[in-house]
């Protein structure tokens, strides 16, 4: 026994003989593991998130998520928007009555007019602001030049001419209205662009009067006669209603002598030249591929002989019985 006395107070007894040699270095090694875990753990412990991080991270992405459903929502209340008005624009008949709310007496007071050329120009006359009146009667000019393509055998070729005439006649009723609306800019007319389709529509009823007779009576005399007396009148009431709006002789005579020119001239060229005008352009775009021609008034004689066989055998088969 190894004894060993510190103080009197104290003591410790150490048993040699039960200890192992090694007793020491398995100490060291537990030890040594022991350390070697511990900074183990250590670096494989990431610091813990405190309440202050976690609700940072929350935040930003809240925030985040936030500003990107708000703009989104901006976004699409945006487009609702734009696609509401242009539905409201386009849509709306409440836009355009006021230009079509109109009378049929009305209409016809309206038509008997435009024949009659007023007197007093010292004041300015009362236009009609409505589009019903005029938009019929070019929509008639249309349907009297088809007519007229027909009864004058004028040859069709690949349908009719629908689209020829309704430009034509669309386009004189918008061209020489904004010409005319223009150049009475310049003069200071007292004049609307509204009040200008509407005099010039109605203005159509003369012509419309002087080719529905003339396609179907085929007289050049009748139809000069026609010219200056209805289509004379129709003109004479358009130019005194502008020379009651305008001020100033020049002016007068520049708007107003255009005006009629214009209205006369293209009378003429809807009878003597359109047709040729149209029948030279569809051989022009047609060329020589051009399918058959067609006529649309005539029957072939096919069709006729075909018919013609057919009733005699009936009628014989039913002379048999």
Excluded at 92 to 115: H, K, T
Excluded at 128 to 150: C, D, N, Q
Aim: net charge negative; with cysteine; glycine share 10%.
């Amino acid at each position: 026994m190894f004894l060993v006395n510190y103080t009197a107070s104290s003591s410790a007894v150490i048993d040699m003989e039960n200890m192992d040699d090694t007793s020491g270095s398995s100490f060291e090694d537990m030890g040594e593991m022991h350390q070697e875990l511990k900074e183990e753990d250590d670096v494989g412990e990431e610091p813990a998130p405190t309440e202050e991080d976690d609700s940072a991270f929350l935040g930003v992405r809240g925030l985040k998520g936030q500003l990107g459903r708000d703009v989104a929502d901006q976004v699409w209340q945006a487009g609702k928007r734009q696609a509401s008005k242009a539905f409201n624009l386009y849509g709306n008949i409440d836009i355009l009555r006021p230009y079509f709310d109109v009378e049929p007496i009305q209409v016809r007071n309206r038509l008997l007019e435009s024949l009659i050329p007023i007197r007093a120009i010292s004041f300015p006359q009362k236009v009609a602001g409505e589009l019903y009146g005029p938009l019929m009667l070019v929509f008639t000019l249309v349907a009297i030049l088809l007519h007229g393509m027909k009864t004058s055998g004028t040859v069709i070729r690949e349908g009719t001419l629908m689209g020829t005439a309704i430009g034509t006649c669309f386009g004189y009723w918008l061209g020489v209205s904004s010409f005319v609306y223009f150049l009475g800019y310049l003069c200071n007319a007292q004049i609307t662009m509204l009040q200008m389709l509407s005099l010039l529509g109605y203005g159509l009823f003369g012509p419309c009067i002087v080719l529905l007779v003339t396609y179907n009576v085929h007289l050049h005399s009748l139809f000069y006669l026609l010219w200056l007396i209805v289509g004379g009148l129709s003109t004479l009431r358009m130019v005194t209603v502008l020379l009651s709006r305008t001020v100033g002789q020049t002016q007068r005579l520049a708007v107003c002598g255009m005006l009629a020119t214009l209205h006369m001239v293209f009378l003429l060229y809807l009878h003597f030249a359109y047709h040729r005008i149209v029948e030279g352009i569809l051989d022009t775009l047609e060329g020589p591929n051009a399918g058959p021609v067609r006529y649309p008034r005539d029957i072939p004689e096919l069709s006729v002989t075909l018919l013609n066989n057919t009733v005699k055998s009936i009628g014989a088969s039913l002379q048999m019985h």
